[in-house]
């Protein structure tokens, strides 16, 4: 199952559509604050405009290809993170999310990320998905089980934002 690269998603407050290469501009201003782009495992920081430009390019053949179903989250019209569900392969996939700081302990993270898990095993057809946060991010953690992840284990993973390792913690929700 694919769904059509138009697809929307609506919250009580959010809008969730396919993200563009036209939101590069915007994701670069969330991403150029640290305390965002810190929890980011794969992100650089600063954040550099020609790497974010071309892979925002790349979500719609991304989303064709079911490889990565990713979301802008609007509120208000207004870009204020992303929600997606990428590293698809065998009915599985990871769940991420990141937001500007000035949204963040609304419960935007949890309505957009709740919107997504649904989208993943309704309409992407997944089994199971995984996903993660730095242990230093225990934020991301509460979004995670309030979502009905189950905690897995620690592992050591590097960290490009950080120039280093972080320790992850790991979740799983489904079969």
Do not use: K
């Not at 999310?97 to 990320?113: T, V």
């Not at 309704?122 to 199971?128: H, I, S």
Request: aromatic letters at 12%; a neutral charge; hydrophobic letters at 40%.
């Amino acid at each position: 199952m694919n769904p059509p690269y138009s697809f929307r998603l609506q919250t009580s407050r959010l809008v969730l559509r396919p993200s563009a290469a036209a939101d590069a501009t915007r994701a670069f201003e969330i991403q150029s604050n640290w305390n965002v782009t810190r929890n980011l495992r794969m992100a650089r920081f600063p954040p550099d405009r020609a790497d974010l430009a071309q892979w925002f390019a790349a979500h719609e053949q991304e989303w064709h290809g079911g490889t990565a179903y990713r979301f802008a989250i609007l509120y208000g019209g207004r870009m204020i993170g992303l929600v997606d569900l990428d590293e698809i392969a065998n009915g599985e996939g990871d769940l991420g999310y990141w937001l500007d700081e000035a949204y963040w302990g609304q419960g935007f993270a949890f309505e957009a990320a709740e919107a997504v898990v649904r989208f993943g095993f309704e309409q992407a057809g997944l089994t199971a998905l995984n996903s993660g946060h730095a242990a230093d991010n225990p934020a991301s953690g509460r979004v995670l089980t309030r979502l009905g992840f189950a905690y897995l284990d620690e592992v050591t993973v590097p960290s490009r934002a950080r120039g280093g390792s972080i320790v992850q913690r790991r979740y799983r929700l489904g079969s």
